[in-house]
Each structure stands twice: as C-alpha cells, then as structure tokens.
C-alpha cells in the first residue's frame, strides 16, 4: 500500500482515515479536533506517500477496513 519509509505515514492514516466524513473537511476536521489545513496536508501526505487517490470511494473504504483491522489486531479502540 504505502512506499518504503512510508511507515510515518500510518499514525495519521490510522487517526485521519476512520473518521473522514464522507469527503467533508469541515465535518471530518471538526471531529479530530484539527485545524481544516491540518486535515488536508494528512490526507494529501498520505495521497503522497501511499500513491492512492483517496478522492475514490473504493480507496477510502479499503483504508478504513485496514484501519480497523490494525486496530482490532493491535487490542485498540
């Protein structure tokens, strides 16, 4: 999924990724608790390092089961 050295990018996919509100930056920043900007420099970060276009709905729903498997393997919430 991400490139080599990438493994800075999972931190913020696994905080952004879950919550996206269906394409929302308003709502989605609003529920991380994060500046709008803050939230589109994570997601175009992650679109840099990982080469995926998470504008598609197929890419986003793929990062969120990921998301919520290293979750549930890792025992968080």
């Given at each position: 999924?991400?490139?080599?050295?990438?493994?800075?990018?999972?931190?913020?996919?696994?905080?952004?990724g879950?919550?996206?509100?269906?394409?929302?930056?308003?709502?989605?920043?609003?529920?991380?608790?994060?500046?709008?900007?803050?939230?589109?420099?994570?997601?175009?970060?992650?679109?840099?390092?990982?080469?995926?276009?998470?504008?598609?709905?197929?890419?986003?729903?793929?990062?969120?089961?990921?998301?919520?498997?290293?979750?549930?393997?890792?025992?968080?919430?």
């Amino acid at each position: 999924m991400c490139r080599s050295g990438s493994a800075r990018c999972w931190p913020t996919t696994r905080r952004t990724g879950p919550i996206w509100c269906g394409g929302n930056y308003d709502a989605t920043a609003r529920a991380l608790v994060i500046h709008r900007s803050t939230l589109r420099y994570r997601l175009r970060r992650i679109r840099e390092i990982s080469d995926l276009d998470i504008g598609e709905v197929n890419v986003r729903l793929n990062l969120h089961i990921a998301t919520r498997a290293h979750n549930v393997l890792q025992g968080l919430p």
